[in-house]
């Protein structure tokens, strides 16, 4: 059921005629990617570098909540242009993205990541004690700051994967696969 | 006299020699004469060296190497952004300059050295094309220069003296220059990908 809602809403995307500017576009659709991706340098370059002064691998004599503090707001000004590029990517290939098992699969860790940082987030502000100073976060701390590396190291690998075809509604047959990418007719067909 | 102010730039002048020695190979036309010659190496890597066969067999390795060459762009490009923007004063102001700019360069290093090594495997599984690409080149060439810069220049001058005895021109130009040299790195990797 889900998935006929989604690909409805992409056929009813596809039909738009700013989606099809943005394909048809000589430019368009290549400075779109090269800004979503190189805006990661801003967004996940700051995001990877308060957790890493977490761990204690960078900057170790800087107090933690000061550098969290200063690089939140290049990482969110990152994160909002990633986010509104992403989704003109999606607006502009919308059937294509919607049945992609990659995009599914890295819409669920970004959900995974945001969630992560909002537990970091609390739990940065009520940490108390001097902890602050010292070379490493207190263990908690430290767990967000993994799980984090990790997720944004998943999110990027499968952004990465995306315009790679191997598993497309047409190049499988995995009954499994078809359902999780959404491939409506494919299934319909079997 | 002269010996001695030019042994005080030793690294900025290695530098510019670099530079001159680059723009003599262009205007020369060595690089016309090399070229040619380099057209077999870039096939060899491509059809032959494991590297080149793992890249256009196993897709999915490919594509995580990319990945991986994303993800250690981003950190060099985070850790390029903290100082640079901290230089300007734009940022982390209540933190010493001093200390972002030795406390990020170790991470800067490794994630340099990840980006060249990903970034071989991926040139490798994709050489035979490459080689034709003007902007592949361009991106090389950047490469180079920004390693260079950031090594024998930036670090150098920056980590030698406390950096309110910097005249802020320089520390400014030092930033400026940083920041456009590492965005036409990535830029051109992104445009790698189009052409």
Same mark, same amino acid.
Not at chain 1, 74 to 82: A, D, N, R, T, W
Not at chain 1, 125 to 133: I, L, P, Q, V
């Given at each position: 059921m889900?998935?006929?809602?989604l690909?409805q ?9 700013y989606s ?10 290549s400075?779109?990617e ?10 996940i370059?700051?995001?990877?570098i308060?957790d890493?002064?977490?761990l ?11 550098i ?7 990482m969110i ?41 909002w537990v970091f ?29 990790v997720?944004w ?10 315009p790679?075809d191997w ?6 047959t995995?009954?499994t696969?078809?359902?999780a990418?959404g ?8 | ?18 530079f001159?020695?680059?723009?003599l190979?262009?205007s ?10 380099l057209e ?8 032959? +060296?494991w590297?080149? =066969?793992? /890249? @256009?067999?196993?897709g999915s390795?490919? %594509?995580?190497?990319?990945a991986?060459?994303l993800?250690s762009?981003a ?10 923007l901290?230089?300007?004063g734009i940022i982390?102001?209540?933190v010493p +300059?001093?200390?972002? =700019?030795? /406390? @990020?360069?170790?991470c800067?290093?490794w %994630?340099?050295?990840?980006a ?5 495997f ?5 050489a ?6 003007e902007v ?5 060439l950047?490469l180079i ?6 090594l024998f ?13 910097i005249?802020?021109?320089?520390i400014r130009?030092l930033?400026?220059?940083?920041m456009l ?8 990797g ?6």
């Amino acid at each position: 059921m889900i998935n006929e809602l989604l690909l409805q809403f992409a056929h009813w995307m596809e039909a738009q005629e700013y989606s099809q500017m943005l394909v048809a576009g000589y430019y368009s659709y290549s400075w779109l990617e090269a800004t979503h991706v190189l805006t990661l340098m801003v967004s996940i370059g700051s995001l990877f570098i308060i957790d890493f002064r977490m761990l204690g691998w960078v900057m170790p004599n800087v107090p933690a909540t000061t550098i969290a503090a200063r690089l939140h707001k290049p990482m969110i000004i990152g994160f909002v242009i990633m986010f509104i590029t992403g989704a003109l990517l999606v607006y502009a290939k919308p059937v294509e993205t919607i049945q992609s098992l990659w995009f599914r699969m890295k819409m669920i860790l970004l959900l995974l990541a945001f969630i992560n940082a909002w537990v970091f987030n609390n739990r940065l502000k009520s940490a108390e004690g001097n902890w602050d100073n010292d070379p490493v976060a207190p263990g908690p701390l430290r767990t967000g700051a993994i799980i984090s590396l990790v997720l944004w190291c998943g999110v990027v690998t499968l952004g990465r994967y995306i315009p790679y075809d191997w598993v497309d509604c047409t190049n499988t047959t995995n009954t499994t696969i078809l359902w999780a990418a959404g491939c409506v007719d494919q299934l319909n067909a079997l | 006299m002269l010996g001695s102010i030019l042994s005080q730039y030793a690294r900025s002048l290695a530098v510019f020699a670099a530079f001159l020695l680059m723009v003599l190979v262009e205007s020369l036309g060595i690089r016309e004469a090399i070229y040619p010659g380099l057209e077999s190496f870039f096939n060899w890597m491509n059809q032959s +060296s494991w590297l080149g =066969v793992i /890249g @256009t067999t196993y897709g999915s390795v490919y %594509a995580t190497v990319e990945a991986l060459h994303l993800l250690s762009m981003a950190v060099l490009g985070g850790t390029v952004l903290a100082t640079d923007l901290r230089l300007l004063g734009i940022i982390c102001k209540d933190v010493p +300059s001093e200390t972002l =700019v030795t /406390g @990020t360069h170790k991470c800067f290093r490794w %994630a340099l050295l990840m980006a060249i090594l990903t970034g071989i495997f991926c040139a490798a599984g994709v050489a035979n094309k490459v080689y034709f690409m003007e902007v592949f080149w361009i991106k090389m060439l950047v490469l180079i220069t920004g390693s260079c810069f950031m090594l024998f220049i930036k670090q150098p001058l920056l980590t030698s003296r406390p950096h309110a005895q910097i005249n802020p021109w320089t520390i400014r130009l030092l930033a400026v220059t940083s920041m456009l040299i590492w965005f036409t790195v990535a830029a051109t990797g992104r445009w790698i990908g189009f052409s």
